[in-house]
């Protein structure tokens, strides 16, 4: 049998997407992510803010289905660091991904497997296509929160693993005022 | 090699995507599509409008990467039937797609090989998930251009033949001012 056609109602200015399924990751749940190990703990245990929200709407994991889901990215630094996503390369590492920028300002760390980063910067509008094979990481850059919408293969998976342990290449700091991405002090080739 | 990560700029105000393949549908394309024929006729040769245009990034056929375009579908009808998209069944017909609404008004014919029709209205903000088999044509129901975004499996490919011999099962028409969703005339099982 097919399945049925299916409509979800986006709110562009927070969001959200209706009956989708959410996924809190607060600044807890992202542990040895932040180079500046200090100002992390005091963080969490002064706040301990919500980093980012999913709202996501997944289909069983098949070749050829498609997944979709907002990221709402709030803003805030550990250390100099800005915000971001843990990032990830998909499980089946083939896999493409499309992004829509819709509010605030933010970029993508892009990385191969072996280590070479590219930083793309988003604002609305903004569509980036993630080929094959590059681990993806969201960062907002801004004062406002980051939201985009991203779509990818319904057997795409997540390897969350790779970057947990080495981290990306370059990472993205606020420094008089101004975003650089620099080299990531603690990565090893 | 790896393919190198790209971003394109969308303006959603008028749907269209930087540095990305345009295509234009006029009227005249559209032969056989309308139910009054006589109508048809008489548009073309009048002004011959163009009915959508599509901007799309595409990549090689290839089985988990993605393919995106806006389309730009303009207000107007022949004889009572609203404007629309050719509409396809995807060539690999297990392929599902995301739609994503983003301006104007207007609404999303689904349908089975065996005829099932579906009819989901769309406004900004509505994302729609096409799952494997339906085809799927977009119409404007309203009085400016319907924008909206799709994104589909890059080796989904097109089979517009079925739809050009046999139409949807539905129409959508005004009547008495109303959008009316109603059995195709013309539709042979
Ligand atoms: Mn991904
Ligand atoms: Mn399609």
Redesign the pocket.
Known sequence: MYKEPASFKLDIESGVIEDSKRLVRRLSDMKGYFVDEEAWKELVEKENPVVYEVYAVEQEEREGDLNFATTILYPGKVGKEFFFTKG?F?AKPD?A?VYVALKGRGGMLLQTPEGEARWIPMEPGTIIY?PPYWA?RTVNTGREPFIFL?I?PAD?G?DYGTIAKKGFSKIVIEEDGEVKVINNPRWKA
Do not use: I, Q
Request: glycine share 0%; no cysteine.
């Open positions: 990830h998909h896999r991904e993630v993806h991203a990818y795409a997540h």
